[in-house]
């Protein structure tokens, strides 16, 4: 089979990376492959149609409202033309102020329900002892001061960037702050419009900026760099996985489906990665903890670097591997191979969180936003990954899926691994183990068997020597004789006896 059959399933050409309205910018598939700039734009006239066509409606449906009115009482009084127009305005204001009215209502009348003053001693218990469990359920204060010393350090370290530029450093905290706190009072909004609101206040600044530094864009990215930091470090509680989206939903569908293609192997993505090689597992080790890292960061564009310094670690394992300059269809299969061996956490959230609230330059071009498309088009395949990508068949892909079977069980006649290819050292050393064990197993059973034999030997030597001691005692019995009397034993004067005779010293 070719190269060029074997990657039919992972091949993306680079200029499906681009937005499709040719604007030459990347697209995101979050923004249905266009770039931020025409999204937002084809975002806007969506949202004014929508608002037009609301309008419309609500007028369609006053003036039916009014003719079921006038039928029903038998009036026949018109009003005049020139003022319909008018009073269907007024009338649809009344509407809206209704509408407004009886959701205010509604939302006063739960506050009342489930206020202190509506409840009885025993309510106000019960609920104070839930209260004390829920802040149980909150950060421990650890989380909450290391949280807290990153914020306190990111505002004085913006603080100190904004004395550099004087007055319009004054102008920009106060800007920044009072957008910080515009925030604090839209927490009801949905992802999209709070996002809405960020690239606004984004595009704003940006556009003052330039004006000031008279077309500097470098200076301009600087500022806005900083900006960004200060602005997403401080609201990153409250804008990463919105309880208005359903972001962690898709979080918890993409791990579970890392996890179901935990059988794919290197082989089958045609990774041209050797980690046999020291220099590329460090590599692919680096990669996996770079992509891993990403959650931890807080700022969008720290995140990108993250997916960055990744990327730059999987180019660098391909070309030590093929001695020779990657390609980017070397890449992208590698790529997806990363995210499968890190399954990282809270993928989708964060693939959102720099969607919405990263500064959009950066994902139109350069580096990181190339990197990050590519990532946005390995997650969709890894979605939409089936047997025909991976060179399987239906069949195969469905058993491997549920578990009846794995690629990994080899025909026991056929060599495990087969030479001439590049099998994944993990395989091997699994491979290996299982050999080792195999022959450890074989000889534990001869240790078995050689001590079963022993015990054997043993238990017959004491039969023979019982029965050898037991002939010689009967040829040769034991015949007890009685014990020889001393010398001077039937003396019985021995009390007459002189003493014997001791040694004398003569002094000479």
């Given at each position: ?110 506050k009342k329900f489930f206020s202190p ?214 890449f992208l299969p590698t790529l997806i ?172």
């Amino acid at each position: 089979m070719s190269q060029r059959s074997e990657r039919r399933g992972i091949h993306v050409d680079q200029s499906e990376l681009l937005c499709k309205k040719g604007c030459g910018y990347y697209g995101n598939a979050a923004w249905q492959g266009l770039c931020s700039k025409c999204w937002r734009e084809e975002y806007q006239r969506a949202r004014q149609r929508q608002i037009q066509e609301d309008w419309a409606l609500a007028e369609k449906l006053q003036r039916e409202e009014e003719a079921a009115y006038v039928s029903s009482h038998g009036s026949s009084q018109t009003q005049p033309p020139q003022s319909h127009s008018q009073h269907s305005l007024a009338t649809f204001s009344k509407f809206e102020e209704k509408k407004t009215n009886e959701k205010t209502r509604k939302v006063t009348t739960v506050k009342k329900f489930f206020s202190p003053s509506s409840r009885t001693a025993p309510k106000k218990a019960l609920v104070s002892r839930l209260r004390e469990s829920h802040e149980g359920k909150t950060p421990s204060p650890s989380i909450t001061r290391q949280s807290s010393i990153e914020t306190d350090r990111v505002s004085q370290d913006f603080v100190e960037f904004l004395k550099t530029l004087q007055k319009p450093g004054r102008e920009i905290h106060k800007q920044s702050r009072g957008f910080i706190e515009s925030m604090g009072n839209k927490k009801d909004l949905s992802a999209e419009e709070l996002s809405e609101c960020v690239q606004d206040f984004y595009q704003g600044m940006s556009d003052r900026l330039l004006n000031h530094f008279k077309g500097s864009s470098e200076k301009v990215d600087r500022v806005m760099d900083q900006v960004e930091k200060y602005i997403m470090t401080r609201l990153y509680k409250s804008v990463f996985c919105p309880e208005t989206s359903d972001d962690e939903k898709k979080d918890l569908a993409t791990q579970n489906r890392i996890r179901a293609l935990h059988w794919v192997t290197i082989q089958m993505l045609c990774v041209p990665v050797d980690e046999e090689i020291p220099e590329v597992s460090d590599s692919v080790v680096k990669a996996i903890t770079d992509i891993i890292e990403m959650d931890s960061k807080r700022v969008p564009r720290d995140k990108l670097a993250c997916i960055t310094s990744c990327s730059k670690h999987i180019f660098n394992a391909i070309r030590v591997t093929k001695n020779e300059p990657a390609s980017a269809d070397d890449f992208l299969p590698t790529l997806i191979y990363i995210v499968l061996k890190a399954n990282p956490p809270r993928l989708q959230s964060n693939i959102q969180y720099i969607t919405r609230f990263c500064n959009p330059s950066r994902l139109m071009t350069g580096e990181d936003g190339y990197y990050f498309t590519n990532l946005c088009c390995a997650i969709a395949f890894i979605e939409k990954l089936d047997g025909q990508s991976l060179n399987l068949s239906s069949e195969d892909f469905e058993r491997y899926m549920s578990g009846q079977a794995s690629p990994r069980r080899q025909d026991d006649t056929a060599p495990w691994p087969q030479s001439g290819t590049r099998v994944d050292p993990a395989l091997s050393q699994i491979h290996h183990n299982l050999k080792l064990l195999s022959s450890l197993e074989k000889r534990q059973q001869q240790v078995i068997e050689g001590a079963q034999n022993l015990q054997t030997e043993l238990a017959e030597w004491q039969d023979s020597v019982a029965r050898e001691v037991q002939e010689i005692l009967e040829r040769y019995p034991l015949e007890i004789k009685p014990r020889a009397s001393a010398i001077d034993a039937e003396n019985v004067e021995n009390d007459r006896l002189p003493p014997p005779l001791q040694p004398q010293v003569f002094a000479g």
